[in-house]
């Protein structure tokens, strides 16, 4: 073969492998642009595109102060989150709201975590929103913006990767019982209520809860029990399916040393494969089928060959 054939052929070989290889590059920087943009996406619902200014709406909301929302992260994985406003059954004032979202980027930013009880102080869960604050955000444009904040932060809480469960003492009203279908689980106490008081407000749930009601109990369920404005006591939500387990323990310590013995069987074990357990049950509750396969592949090589992985080999264990 003529030395010039030999030359043009290489020299085509090569292009094309240059093409190749600038392809598999653009590939791989697209998928990872994408993943960045979804993460981002999910990170938070509304933006500035939905006339959505955070600064602005906490600036608006911290005028309403009262209560607290506190957090305890222990050394085992385990935290506990209290909604801290017993003289108003623990209603959600601004500043509450406020603090709650920073409390969910607390956890975020934790990467030991792996459960979260969500309870109230003084023996009750959660009323909902503070009257007070309502009657001050009455318009149209205020209670939106309160909407788009809270749907932001519960949907955050809601794809923490910690395993979550409300500790439902008391009354969970409105706002409160829509607090409780952000959690993975829900247990409650003899005695304890769940009910979706909007209709009687002359409103529908605004925090997300009505979706996420949806999602838990089917949509025939949840239309009766958000029309019906229906008090929701421990054994009909066990058979809905929107409550795990009925407590033994009304009293808030009993019951919250139960709770954590509850949720201790799901979070024993490394954190990095809890976390990675919570993100593949997320990502297949929320994204198409597909793109929760892709999602579970990925989380899957996070934790394949790690020292959990690793140590689980050499002690092989049989499973019973």
């Known amino acids: ?71 305890s992260k222990e050394d085992n994985g385990m935290a506990i989150l209290t909604l801290n406003n017993p003289k108003l059954m623990n209603a959600f004032s601004g500043t509450m709201m406020v603090e709650l979202q920073e409390r969910v980027t607390e956890l975020e930013n934790w990467k030991d975590g792996k459960g979260l009880i969500i309870h109230g102080a003084g023996n009750t869960f959660c009323s909902g929103s503070d009257l007070n604050v309502v009657k001050e955000i009455s318009n149209s444009q205020d209670g939106m913006n309160m909407c788009m904040f809270m749907q932001n932060t519960l949907t955050r809480l809601m794809r923490l990767p910690l395993i979550s469960v409300a500790l439902v003492q008391g009354k969970a009203f409105g706002g409160g019982a829509e607090l409780t279908t952000a959690c993975d689980f829900r247990l409650m106490t003899p005695g304890s209520e769940i009910r979706f008081v909007h209709k009687h407000m002359g409103l529908v749930p605004g925090w997300g809860g009505g979706a996420r009601l949806v999602r838990i109990v089917g949509s025939g369920a949840a239309l009766q029990l958000l029309g019906a404005a229906a008090r929701v006591e421990p054994e009909r939500a066990r058979s809905l399916g929107l409550s795990e387990a009925t407590l033994l323990s009304s009293e808030e310590t009993r019951a919250l040393a139960e709770a954590r013995a509850w949720l201790s069987q799901y979070t024993e074990g490394p954190a990095a494969v809890i976390r990675a357990v919570k993100k593949v049950v997320a990502a297949g509750r929320e994204l198409p089928l597909e793109a929760a396969l892709r999602t579970e592949k990925d989380i899957f090589g996070t934790v394949w060959g790690g020292p959990a992985n690793l140590q689980a080999l050499v002690r092989r264990p049989k499973h019973k």
């Open 1 to 71: 073969m003529p030395f010039e054939e030999i030359f043009t052929e290489l020299h085509e070989q090569f292009q094309q492998e240059r093409q190749e290889m600038a392809l598999a590059l653009w590939k791989n920087f697209l998928q990872i642009t994408m993943k960045r943009i979804l993460q981002q996406r999910r990170l938070s619902l509304y933006n500035g595109a939905h006339g959505y200014e955070e600064e602005v709406i906490k600036k608006k909301l911290q005028q309403f102060s009262g209560g607290s929302i506190n957090l």
